[in-house]
């Protein structure tokens, strides 16, 4: 198989060949189709989350089909397309587990960050923690419904199903949850700073909208507060050089 991995946090990610991996007992192994690149990617990358240990293959909005079940797995047959998300476990036992919430456990592991993700021909995931798919579906275009489609999905069927919707930054989240939206004949408006952000969320169907500091004077001192001019200046560099890296990636064939 064929992996970019991650050798030095901060460093670029570098083309490795490995002896294919064997799955668990209780785990699939996967040829992948394509995966998205989410922030949280370059958060690992940048090694701005805690605890980074190279070498390490980032990704976690993956699409792919099953080459091999583990032993004690059923339910997924060879070739079946499937999805691989952020949680790649949970323990199973801490009172979130208990509780159905294992996206809050409190002994996870996450895909590209404490195991091996899917920027790479082949990956090795719990079955328990992988979702089937719709063969027809695109295989790039599904990849980041696996991360940010999912956040923005969770966040709406929390707000309800109030005709106006305000999304407050335009990401990726909010990139696919201004057109489901749309599509269910919402009012969107999105509130952010940057006008390339709003030339997006406009493209996407939101109503014309600007920042949220200029919808009255409350909101205004309470951004003044959150957002100091050098906190700005110290955050927009990484967030312009990320975004020129927030680009699918679909490996080629072994």
């Keep these: 198989m064929r992996a970019m991995v991650l050798k030095r946090v901060g460093g670029p990610l570098?083309?490795?060949?490995?002896?294919?991996?064997?799955?668990?007992?209780?785990?699939?192994?996967?040829?992948?189709?394509?995966?998205?690149?989410?922030?949280?990617?370059?958060?690992?990358?940048?090694?701005?989350?805690?605890?980074?240990?190279?070498?390490?293959?980032?990704?976690?909005?993956?699409?792919?089909?099953?080459?091999?079940?583990?032993?004690?797995?059923?339910?997924?047959?060879?070739?079946?397309?499937?999805?691989?998300?952020?949680?790649?476990?949970?323990?199973?036992?801490?009172?979130?587990?208990?509780?159905?919430?294992?996206?809050?456990?409190?002994?996870?592991?996450?895909?590209?960050?404490?195991?091996?993700?899917?920027?790479?021909?082949?990956?090795?995931?719990?079955?328990?923690?992988?979702?089937?798919?719709?063969?027809d579906a695109d295989a790039a275009a599904t990849a980041p419904l696996l991360c940010a489609g999912l956040i923005g999905w969770r966040a709406l069927k929390a707000a309800g199903s109030g005709r106006r919707v305000g999304l407050y930054g335009f990401g990726a989240a909010a990139h696919i949850l201004a057109q489901i939206c749309c599509a269910e004949g919402r009012e969107v408006y999105a509130f952010t700073r940057p006008a390339t952000k709003r030339r997006k969320a406009s493209r996407a169907g939101s109503a014309p909208c600007g920042p949220a500091a200029r919808t009255g004077p409350r909101r205004r001192r309470s951004t003044r507060r959150s957002c100091s001019p050098r906190s700005a200046r110290s955050f927009r560099p990484r967030c312009a050089r990320r975004e020129k890296a927030a680009v699918s990636y679909a490996p080629a064939s072994t």
């Design 14 to 135: 570098v083309l490795e060949e490995r002896p294919d991996p064997e799955p668990g007992p209780s785990e699939l192994l996967i040829r992948v189709e394509a995966c998205g690149v989410c922030r949280t990617d370059l958060h690992v990358v940048d090694g701005e989350l805690p605890d980074v240990r190279p070498p390490i293959v980032p990704g976690h909005e993956v699409v792919g089909r099953v080459v091999r079940p583990g032993a004690e797995v059923e339910g997924f047959a060879v070739g079946a397309r499937v999805g691989v998300a952020w949680l790649g476990r949970a323990c199973g036992h801490c009172p979130y587990c208990r509780d159905g919430r294992e996206n809050l456990c409190d002994d996870p592991v996450f895909t590209g960050y404490n195991r091996d993700g899917g920027y790479a021909t082949h990956i090795v995931a719990e079955a328990a923690f992988v979702a089937p798919l719709a063969e």
